[in-house]
């Protein structure tokens, strides 16, 4: 849908499988939604196996597996800085890209991701996130990275809680495993239970802001052997909030095992840290 001034929705549903250059483009320039749903597989070459986009309303994608050889599976953005629409991906089968998952929301509106197979980024990031407002990334398999398996940069709009959950794991090429940033007044909470490792990189990295209200991290084991790189590094600006470390899995890394430090000198917040690998 073209006019800024329309206020119609878009629909997608594909029930069989689509082989092509480009698989699905859905784009609504109104104040209206955009709904994709796939349900066989889709494979491209060089175009985006699913494309999304709407200027202020609601965009949500549903798929099973999804690759692209030469580009983004799956990219799913809402554009407009002063629209409220939610931004949601659901994948039911295993995606693969140039990145894997791209999704971006420009508005004050939640994005949430739920990955409930894998995801890969055979160039780039397994997952990249950035919202305005909330944001939640749901891991059910392993995300890995050719870059890092997860960049995820949420509350730019000014606020935002930010929650990274799972049973699976981050795996990154040459960058971290999962690279977490709140730039808002929310919180931030990791909890993955499964594996999580980088080959040239960090393991988890999790930063705030002097607006954020509080940092928890639990993860599963996680690797991260090159020199010079620690395994969880949690660092927080905040006045107010709380840091906490949990590793229910051995940490082994090129320098620090887990960092936890709340950085301002006048913060009143506590740090926490328990390491329960065997």
């Known amino acids: 849908?073209?006019?800024?001034?329309?206020?119609?929705?878009?629909?997608?549903?594909?029930?069989?499988?689509?082989?092509?250059?480009?698989?699905?483009?859905?784009?609504?320039?109104?104040?209206?939604?955009?709904?994709?749903?796939?349900?066989?597989?889709?494979?491209?070459?060089?175009?985006?196996?699913?494309?999304?986009?709407?200027?202020?309303?609601?965009?949500?994608?549903?798929?099973?597996?999804?690759?692209?050889?030469?580009?983004?599976?799956?990219?799913?953005?809402?554009?407009?800085?002063?629209?409220?629409?939610?931004?949601?991906?659901?994948?039911?089968?295993?995606?693969?890209?140039?990145t894997g998952i791209a999704a971006n929301n420009a508005g004050s509106g939640a994005s949430t991701i739920i990955a409930n197979s894998t995801v890969t980024g055979t160039s780039a990031e397994g997952i990249l996130v950035t919202g305005a407002g909330a944001v939640t990334v749901t891991a059910n398999d392993v995300i890995t990275g050719a870059t890092r398996g997860l960049s995820l940069t949420g509350g730019s709009g000014g606020s935002g809680n930010i929650l990274v959950n799972g049973t699976g794991g981050f795996v990154g090429g040459t960058g971290d495993a999962a690279n977490i940033l709140n730039s808002g007044s929310g919180t931030i909470t990791v909890n993955i239970s499964g594996a999580s490792s980088s080959t040239g990189g960090n393991g988890f990295i999790v930063r705030d802001t002097a607006a954020g209200t509080g940092i928890s991290v639990t993860t599963g084991s996680v690797t991260a052997l090159t020199a010079g790189k620690n395994g969880i590094d949690v660092q927080s600006q905040s006045l107010t909030g709380n840091v906490t470390e949990v590793a229910n899995g051995n940490i082994q890394a090129g320098n620090a095992g887990m960092v936890a430090a709340i950085l301002p000198a006048a913060a009143t917040g506590n740090v926490d840290v328990t390491a329960n690998g065997s």
């Open 1 to 98: 849908i073209l006019p800024a001034a329309a206020t119609g929705n878009v629909d997608v549903t594909a029930n069989g499988s689509i082989t092509a250059r480009f698989g699905i483009d859905a784009e609504n320039f109104g104040a209206g939604s955009t709904t994709v749903h796939t349900v066989g597989p889709v494979n491209v070459t060089s175009g985006n196996g699913v494309f999304a986009l709407t200027a202020g309303g609601n965009v949500a994608v549903t798929t099973g597996a999804v690759t692209s050889t030469g580009n983004t599976a799956i990219i799913a953005q809402q554009t407009s800085a002063a629209g409220s629409g939610t931004l949601a991906i659901t994948t039911n089968g295993a995606v693969s890209g140039t």
